[in-house]
């Protein structure tokens, strides 16, 4: 036994013995994190890292996982259809199937070119509002278009508009003189079919993020992100994150926001049955009219799916098999955690104070089956590196529209777990909320507001540093 391991031991059976039922033997004898979800946690890497169940999962609930993937892959079909299971497609969507944004339960890509012409910015969502406060204070809709673009539509309904992307290069240097250079996108509509948009019109730009080990997120108790908020105002720096409250349409209350790029939602129950809807079109109890505004006559008289043509186009076990497939994602162990440079990366990660937004480490807390997860994700320590708040994180990423409480320059810090495996999975690794950002480093650039310290502290770095940097973000 090394004296590493020794020691490990004798830490883990002190802990046993003493230190709180929440730090477990586990925790000693993984200091890295290298799996990244307790008991949850896969080994696996290539083209399919994000999609295996939670390695802890029953084997009903296996079977419960592989009906809720097919539901997710599948596309949709239009109205009326023999396969009355999944159509209803429309009239108004952006894409078949959840799949179709979510490629290998992935992150999605803007479009190549430098503007949508040539290629449909399918992953990439364009949600809408105008200002004030609409229902229970979430964003207020376009009473044209309505809360995002859809730039497909069922035969004899227009779409909506084409979104158009424009970018600004926004040359800087590192401290050492190296050059660098990041696109700033600018977003416009097009070919807007139904007239002109309100003129004081907010857009929201957002990428579809990788869904592994979100159920995991889901576990981790309300008390845990509201003291990361307490713990950031008291510490009295730049840093001070916020927890955004939204409303929860399956429980039908104000809960806190922990999905979408501004915590925008609270349950996966609610982004599945919103994501149905607003981006595909299919109605379900919870979102039972289809998203045609008053404008939209052709929309509101296109033919229904579902039983006798009549809706739910989704019926509610399906929706909770659809959400229960996410819900237990495996997040994938690290790679290579203990390598030199990315011992030393993770060193300067913590210098950087990267880890003041980026928390690392919780232990998940019990799963009740209401928001249809599993079990297998309670009592988990696991390695997010996230602390679930909206941060001011400066002008240039600012979206100036509202989500709840989250303000237009505030953004949810993403989880970094996942991230150097979505180059795996997807074929590139385009980050921030819009995909502006190509590859770790840039990410890291384009931080600014509570941000730009550590950004700062980045631009100091030796070109060896920042490496390692990069190595240990890629390795979560
Ligand atoms: C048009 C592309 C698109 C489609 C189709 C789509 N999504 Fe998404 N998804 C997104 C975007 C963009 C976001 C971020 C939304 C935001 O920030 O408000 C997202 C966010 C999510 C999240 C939250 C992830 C996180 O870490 O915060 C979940 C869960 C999710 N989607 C599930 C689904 C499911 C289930 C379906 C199918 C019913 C689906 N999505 C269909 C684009 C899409
Ligand atoms: C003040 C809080 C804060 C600090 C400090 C911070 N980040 Fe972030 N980070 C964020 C937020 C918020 C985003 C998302 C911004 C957006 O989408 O526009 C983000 C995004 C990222 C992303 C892209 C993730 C993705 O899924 O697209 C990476 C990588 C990242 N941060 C790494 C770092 C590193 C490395 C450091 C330290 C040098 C750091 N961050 C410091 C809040 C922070």
Redesign the pocket.
Known sequence: MSGQTMRAVVLAMALCGAAGAHLRADDVADPRGERTGGATTVFANGRNAFSFPFANLSDAERTRFAIGNSFFRRNWVEAPSSTQARDGLGPLFIARSCGGCHDQDGRGAPPAGSDARTEPAVALLLRLSVPGAGPHGGPRPDPVYGDQIANAAVQGVMPEARIVIEHVAMPGRFADGTRYLLQQPHYRLEDLAYGPVAPSLLMSPRIA?QLAGIGLLAAIADAEIERNAREQAAAGGP?R?MVNRVWDAPSASMRIGRFG?KANVASLAHQTAAAFHGDMGITSTLFPDESCTVAQAACAAAPRGGPGGKGPEIDDATLAQVVFYQATLAPAARRKPNAAQVVHGQRL?AQ???A???RPSYVTGPVTGADGGSSAAAGQRIWPYTDLLV?D?GDA?ADGRPDFAASGAQ????P?WG?GLIRDVNGHQR???DGR?DG?LQ??L??GG??AA??D??LRMSRVEREA?IAF?DSL
């Not at 953004?411 to 993403?414: F, G, I, K, L």
């Open positions: 993020p840093v994150g790029w990660f950087a104070q990267c003041a937004c980026h941060h994180m990423l953004w949810r810090t993403p970094l991230v980050l921030m909320h950002a770790t990410a890291i384009w931080h509570e941000a550590s950004r502290h980045v940097l973000v």
